[in-house]
């Protein structure tokens, strides 16, 4: 017996019992706590006869960069990275938003080069953006950026580079990011380069 029907037959026992003590038992006190005791226990059977759901961690999504073929391929997995593994809409919005808590990357794959938005993933400190969107002097965005490269995020660098391919569709600009660079870089290796680069400044 699982242990949902162990709970429901309890709640069926007990609002018997609740029954039975306003059929048989004439104590004004005693009849109330029946009476509360049908209500509770109904209630119980209502909550255990909801279909029971496990809370579960999201599974992890895994991407083949090795399958990639063009660079529209590689979008496909950059805007697959940005609404999940990469957590970035969390934080920004893809056209004007009073909520984002950061930039509104709108046209930025058009504005800027990938280099200087892999620093912006890598070394996010190196700028500090601006929020303009109120009236008096700009303001700092409220959520400082994460390392991306780094835990608990933690994209590689041919991660990072499929989400500004991304970026850069997004845009209506066209992707400037090689495929076959991208299946050059070494996950392992890149990290240890970045780390190095981080820690140098």
Known sequence: MSEVALLQLIGLIVVGCGIAILLFIRAMFVRVVGFVVIVLGTFSLIALGVPQMPSLPPAIETFDITKVKTP???????????????????????????????????????????????ESLTQPQAYIYLDFRHNGPPKEYPARMPYINKDPIGLTKQEIYSVIAFLQKMSGAPISIKVEDVLKMGTQEDEVQVAVVSHDR
Do not use: W
């Open 72 to 118: 529209d391929d590689l979008a496909a997995i950059g805007q697959k990275i940005f609404f999940s593994k990469g957590q970035c809409a969390l934080c920004h919005s893809i056209g004007p938003s009073e909520s984002a808590r950061c930039p509104d990357l709108k046209g930025i794959g058009a504005k800027l080069t990938p280099e200087f938005i892999y």
